[in-house]
T-cell receptor, first 115, second 114 residues
Framework: KAGVTQTPRYLIKTRGQQVTLSCSPI?????VSWYQQTPGQGLQFLFE???????NKGNFPGRFSGRQFSNSRSEMNVSTLELGDSALYLC??????????????FGPGTRLTVT | AQSVAQPEDQVNVAEGNPLTVKCTYSVSGNPYLFWYVQYPNRGLQFLLK??????LVKGSYGFEAEFNKSQTSFHLKKPSALVSDSALYFCAVRDRYGNNRLAFGKGNQVVVIP
């Protein structure tokens, strides 16, 4: 069974640009969550999508947005990039059932560098 | 709000010795607890979870963790550490109210010395 895949793996952007990251969950998983990992702040929750709806949102500015498609694939967009957005962005998928007691499975991440 | 504390930045242990990585948590109600491991330039790999039932949970690669409700702790243990266990370990917690929002600790770097 294929794991969570993320594209691209590495990305270099300039301040002010925007970027779109993609995540394909494990087959059958309907929940996709996004996390930002930085040396200073650690792992922080961005948002979760389930059945094409945002179900939960972390404390990030509106420049960070996402969406989920009918096949459960998800994209995350960051507009007007800032230097502080440089991070490893991790996507995780799980079954997503109500009161889900299942673990999340993480992809390898997209390393975003903003210059 | 849910939160996790991993008090040590780095844990050094000799190969073959027992390994313990500490974690305490704060959450409303009963928790779901998880341990993940991260190798350099990789995503997080699931090790084990506590949902309900036995307080001692066994996971992948010989790891286990003990849930202690009175001390709000979920320490990760391995009886005999291997050099290949050297990695970054994260404890995570979420509540049971129907969302998938994980709160992670800062992580512990484990160094197993040959």
């Amino acid at each position: 069974k294929a794991g969570v895949t993320q594209t691209p793996r590495y990305l270099i952007k300039t301040r002010g640009q925007q970027v779109t990251l993609s995540c394909s969950p494990i087959s059958g998983h309907r929940s996709v969550s996004w996390y930002q990992q930085t040396p200073g702040q650690g792992l922080q929750f961005l948002f979760e999508y389930f059945s094409e709806t945002q179900r939960n949102k972390g404390n990030f500015p509106g420049r960070f947005s996402g969406r989920q498609f009918s096949n459960s694939r998800s994209e995350m967009n960051v507009s007007t990039l800032e230097l502080g957005d440089s991070a490893l962005y991790l996507c995780a998928s799980s079954w997503g059932a109500d009161r889900d007691r299942y673990e999340q499975y993480f992809g390898p991440g997209t390393r975003l560098t903003v210059t | 709000a849910q939160s996790v504390a991993q008090p040590e930045d780095q844990v050094n242990v000799a190969e073959g010795n027992p390994l313990t990585v500490k974690c305490t948590y704060s959450v409303s109600g009963n928790p779901y607890l998880f341990w993940y491991v991260q190798y350099p330039n990789r995503g997080l790999q699931f090790l084990l979870k506590y949902i309900t039932g036995d307080n001692l949970v066994k996971g992948s690669y010989g790891f286990e963790a003990e849930f202690n409700k009175s001390q709000t702790s979920f320490h990760l243990k391995k009886p005999s550490a291997l050099v290949s266990d050297s990695a970054l370990y994260f404890c995570a917690v979420r509540d049971r109210y129907g969302n998938n929002r994980l709160a992670f600790g800062k992580g512990n770097q484990v160094v197993v010395i040959p």
